[in-house]
């Protein structure tokens, strides 16, 4: 049952694992799909997914936020997305509570109004744009279909389309020095854009880029640089009325995305579609990570779950702690007793500071945050 | 029935370590028939997983054969395996008291070494009868005419007395049982005086409480005799006597002349300490067999379990290690570093290395363990001696009038052309040389006199590699010296590490410094914040290294709230750091603590 104590609401996460081509440090679950029919099949099951949670009676409460996610939403084919939007406007609206929030990730080579249009006029309200970085070189490196004029096309469009817009941002890129970085947000700022997102470029072993880095043909940008170019964005956009209300994640007071904040603050949450995550209280759960089986086990009536855990009570505690820090909120100090010595040493370092009768990391400790966690559940 | 004393011949084998002690006990028991040829297996007698691993003998190894000689009649042999590191001396030497004669076996290609001159020394202190073997007759490299000249000159015996074998394929083994015959005398015990046992080992069971391993010199000893330990006063009612085949036999009595155990129903193995005799309540004998000396420990380091809640199960430990190992001494201590642990004495570095290692795989324990020091005797100003046995309780210099520290005799056996490489590295640490003599051909035996907290660091290791794995060491303890000592401390981050503290001679102290301050950067991985590393001297930095802080380590993407593989990273994170010890803010990796042996000198 997604509706544990003390939580009248939950979220929806729909995975979309199609993509117009397959960036080479990318390691989620997505794929360029050459099998015409899937795409179709694929949002239908993500419906009768959805179906059989309800019917179930397995959760009944209302919507907070659904956010679609990918993968590229936006590269689904006409047929797909029209039955999506139509999905949309049937079952999800209806059920969305009143500051309800409808994310759709869009990539900017595949956001035309005809794509997003039929989205917003169903309920979409919020949309995020995959921008990446304004310098051609770099989406070049980052092998995107994107470029900087697309990117304001896009950017511009859905603008007018929603008032709560998102630009993602990667930081860190070999060559990627400060100069390209305040290009790129002083372009996406240029814009009313609402919230941004900016991550620094992870080279994960089972990527292009990782066999790349481990063949030697590049080197990732020392770790000196990347912390620079964090810090100094931080810096920048918070002057901008920015706020960082998580580590990779900064808004305009007001616009900071509800869905994001239920991972954090762990509230419930449904995955729907390949290899989506879900979480219910105690126990996390997560469908299969193939297209084509997951639509196969939703079609055959099974759920596609091939993943599931309880969590102990130390579990939940260090979850609590290593998704707590991650936020500007930061975590309630009685959560850390025992640690005071340690907290002290970082306050002392400037990593971590109090605040009202909580411990919140600076934006230097959100850089080493994986191991103030490690050691603070130690 | 009493044992016939004529017939019978009680030996050990001795040897510098790898001429073949073990192997040639093998071959013993193969040929007396006293384990079947389809249970064999190499080093029979080496039971702990430990001893087998390694190759080494650690514990003495009884054990009884019937020989039938040449001249029809039949014979007991009592063999007694002694181990082969010079950390066991005083195992050796109590074995040898039970025996009255041993093999001293030399590797025909390597001839005489270090430790076959020492045993050959101890052997002929305890009166033993010598036969000398030649091992490894088959070896391409084996030259035995000259190795038995080294050995005649040596000893003084005809070459006819010298065995030359081959352990490995068995060849003259058959003449060496004649030579044992003929050569070790007969033990001439008195059956009808008082009983008197030298207890030379003993093992702890849970049943049978601790068994003495005996020899009986006088007298006899059977099942519910009223026993009394002559040194230690204890009293015990005897539960089984027996003697040794590949296990325990138990027989009616043990008799003036034999080898074998006495079950003590004992609880605690320091009721029967080793060297002791066993006399009876009844008749009791009026002298001991020897004049009783407990192995002293010589280097101790401090054991701390890495999670403190490990404290408990660390004591239970080291109290079940203790039962088999009289020579471990361990008291309580505490370290503002490392919280609550012990400090451990041990005879050596591979007793030490031995007893870390039992803890870690036996026992499960993550341990640290500090740099191994020797005991210092500090004189006071104000005319008290202090014992000091962890550099950090050193009092302040002010108060101290001197420093005393143990010196070692070492012996060294290197062939010619390394002689200087030998001289240099042992003049580095502070060894006197007090004797060099030519021996065959090309090899000389030099001898030093030299502090053992020097050779305890890893001496043997810097003499092997300069000589190539030539040279053989032997050592043994002389006498305690006033040297120039001082107490270099560990600084991170302005604060002391009192488990990091180490005592060494002025005249060194500055190079330690810098290397110790330069190796702890390595060993220390990048934290949160810069870490300064200091070395300081009496309150004076000396040397400095800084471990630049750690810049980045997140992970910036919490996707589509998959946080189970965040948490799966942080487990893993987490395990890295079970080998680390939290010191304040800093965390100290296991290795740092032993960061001085690692220093390349
Ligand atoms: N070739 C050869 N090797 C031998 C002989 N005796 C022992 N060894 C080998 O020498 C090494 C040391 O033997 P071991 O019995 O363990 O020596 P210990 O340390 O004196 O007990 C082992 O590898 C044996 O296999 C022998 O007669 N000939
Ligand atoms: S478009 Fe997004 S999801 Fe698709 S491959 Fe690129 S980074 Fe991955
Ligand atoms: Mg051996």
Redesign the pocket.
Known sequence: MVRPRGSDEVSLYVHIPFCDVRCPYCHFYCFVNRDAQLPLRYVRALATEFDAYLDGGEFDAPLASVYFGGGTPSALPPDARAVLTQWIADSLVPRLSPQGEITVEVNPESAWAETIDPWVEAGVNRISVGIQSMDEETLKFLGRLNTPRSNLRALDLACARVENVSADLILGTPGGDWGKVLRSLEAICSRPVQHLSGYLLEVHAATRFGRDVKAGKWKPAPDEQQTGLYLRAVDWLQERGYEPYELSNFAHPGFESRHNARYWRRQPYLGLGASAHSYGGEQRWSNHRDAAAYCADVEAGKRPVDFRETLNADQQWEERILLGLRTREGVPLDWLRGREQLCAAWAAAHLVERNKGRLRATPAGWLVLDQMVAQLVQ | MALDQAHTRNFCII????????????RLLEHTATIHARDMR??LLDSMDLEKER???IKSHPIRMDYKAADGQTYVFHLI?TP?HVDFHHEVSRSLSACEGTLL?VDAAQGVQAQTINNLYLALEHDLEIVPVI?????DAARPDEVAMDIVDLIGCELDDIAR?????GEGVPELMEHIVRQIPAPKGDGAAPLKAVVFDSQFDAYRGTIAYVRVVDGEVRKGDIIKMMGGGQEHEVGETGFFRMQQVATPQLSAGEVGYIATGAKNVSAVQMGDTITTKANPATDPVLGYVAAKPMVFSGFYPISTEDYEELKDSLDKLKLNDAALTYVPETSAALGFGYRVGFLGLLHMEIVQERLEREYGLSLIATLPNVVYETKLTDGETMLVENPSQLPDPGTIESIGEPFVKASIITPREYVGSVMSVTLDRRGEQSSMEYMDGDRVQIEYLMPLSELVVDYFDKLKSVTRGYASLDYEYAEYRVSDLVRLDILLNGEPVDALSVIVHRSKAYEWGRDLADKLKELIPRQLFDIAVQAALGGRIIARSTVKALRKNVTAKCYGGDITRKRKLLEKQKDGKRRMKQVGSVEIPQEAFLAVLKVER
């Open positions: 040897a510098h370590i790898d001429h073949g002690k073990s192997t040639l006990a093998d190499a080093q190759g080494i003998t395996d082969g076996v091992n490894k007759i088959d070896l074998v081959s352990a490995k394929t």
